[in-house]
């Protein structure tokens, strides 16, 4: 396993390589930070810093889950980390457009198109959409032949069957989320979607799962309900918050 990340890791970062030197007619050299740009890292560690935490704090978020999800026995453990895989399925695509847009807006904005990048977000977030729900869509449809290729447990294949119902809709809220917050960042909006998103994920998902989860006894249908709960309710902070402007006043350039 850490082979494979590590190898994949180091060929992503050779192809980054050479598209820079490809289609960027820009050298690289040392001599760019003599003398030292300490603004330069200023405004990178003030978008960099925020964004990490948030995703630690994800992270250990999806850690407390898993620690609910132990609690309910083998077939539930097995679903879930098989409905987390396949889901990755669903979001990677909206995960690059959503980086891809937010490359795309830095540019319109450093050139002053502000409307231009409303137009670009608001299509990237209807092609996200499509995307993830389209995805989500065919897996709920087709779950036990995908979960057919690791198990035939059918405990796990009927539980599966719900979670994937639940899915469609958190993949949905996912889609936005990524590409508002990627947006968002990129026009200067930082402490705003990080403080969101820190709230929500913790008070919605996490306090949200154990409640469902564990006091009501949904099991793990409960956790995915927490965690869709979290993931529409960003997403129509978000959209809020992109339609009110405040992003057009933060521009860091």
């Known amino acids: 396993m850490t082979i494979s990340t590590n190898s994949s890791k180091v060929l992503g970062l050779l192809l980054i390589l050479y598209f820079f030197r490809r289609f960027i007619n820009l050298p690289l050299s040392f001599k760019y930070l003599r003398p030292f740009p300490k603004k330069t890292l200023h405004n990178i560690l003030y978008l960099g810093l925020p964004s990490g935490g948030e995703s630690l704090s ?3 978020s999806q ?6 999800v132990n609690l309910m ?3 539930v453990i097995t679903t879930k980390i098989y409905a987390y895989i396949i889901a990755m399925f669903s979001y990677i695509y909206s995960q690059a457009l959503a980086m891809a847009t937010q490359i795309i807006v830095g540019f319109l904005l450093g050139r002053g198109d502000q409307e231009a990048v409303s137009q670009r977000v608001w299509q990237t977030v209807r092609l996200a959409v499509l995307i993830s729900g389209t995805l989500t869509t065919l897996l709920y449809f087709n779950s036990d032949h995908i979960y057919g290729i690791f198990t035939d447990n059918p405990e796990v294949l009927e539980l599966g ?3 994937f119902l639940i899915e469609i809709f958190l993949e949905i809220g996912r889609a936005v989320n990524m590409v508002m917050v990627m947006s968002l960042q990129a026009a200067g909006d930082i402490k705003g979607p990080v403080t969101i998103g ?3 994920m913790w008070l919605v998902s996490v306090a949200g799962a154990y409640f469902f989860g564990i006091v009501l006894d949904f099991g793990l249908i409960g956790i995915w309900i927490a965690m869709m709960m979290d993931e529409c309710l ?3 902070i ?3 918050r992109w339609h009110s402007g405040v992003w ?4 860091l350039i």
């Open 58 to 60: 994800y992270q250990l």
């Open 63 to 68: 850690m407390v889950i898993m620690k609910f």
């Open 73 to 75: 026995g083998l077939v």
């Open 161 to 163: 069957r719900h979670i």
């Open 198 to 200: 820190l709230l929500s």
């Open 234 to 236: 960003r997403a129509l």
């Open 238 to 240: 978000f959209i809020y």
């Open 248 to 251: 057009r006043h933060k521009n």
